[in-house]
Nanobody, 116 residues
Framework: QVQLVESGGGLVQPGGSLRLSCAAS????????MEWYRQSPGKQRELVAG?????????IYADSVKGRFSISRDNAKNMVYLQMNDLKPEDTAVYYC????????WGQGTQVTVSS
C-alpha cells in the first residue's frame, strides 16, 4: 500500500521560512520522480516543484517560486523535502506531495499560511 505523508506546514510571517517533508512508503522510492503541488481556495492545484528519480539531479520549479524554494530528496530515508524561503502571502495554500508510480498518488496535504 502506497502512502505519502506530508508534514511541516504551519503559520509563518511574510519573509519567513518553512521546510515541508513528505514520507513515502510502499514504493521503491528511488525509482520515481517526486513533486510538490499546492492548491489555494478557488484555484486549481498547481505544480510547485519536481525532482527526478534516482539521484534527483534534475529539478523544476514554478516561475513564482524560483529562487525561493528548493526541492530535495533522501532516498535512504524515502523522504522528499521542500525548503521554502522568503515566503509571501500568495504562497498560502495546502501543499501536496505527489508521485506517478503504478498510478498517481497524493498525500493528504499540509496547510501553509503566510500572514502577519
Amino acid at each position: 500500500q502506497v502512502q505519502l505523508v506530508e508534514s511541516g506546514g504551519g503559520l509563518v510571517q511574510p519573509g519567513g521560512s518553512l521546510r515541508l517533508s513528505c514520507a513515502a512508503s510502499g514504493i521503491i522510492f528511488s525509482f520515481y520522480a517526486m513533486e510538490w503541488y499546492r492548491q489555494s481556495p478557488g484555484k486549481q492545484r498547481e505544480l510547485v516543484a519536481g525532482i527526478s528519480r534516482g539521484g534527483g539531479g534534475s529539478k523544476i520549479y514554478a516561475d513564482s517560486v524560483k529562487g525561493r524554494f528548493s526541492i530535495s530528496r533522501d532516498n535512504a530515508k524515502n523522504m522528499v523535502y521542500l525548503q521554502m524561503n522568503d515566503l509571501k502571502p500568495e504562497d498560502t495554500a495546502v501543499y501536496y506531495c505527489h508521485t506517478e508510480a503504478t498510478r498517481t498518488y497524493w498525500g493528504q496535504g499540509t496547510q501553509v499560511t503566510v500572514s502577519s
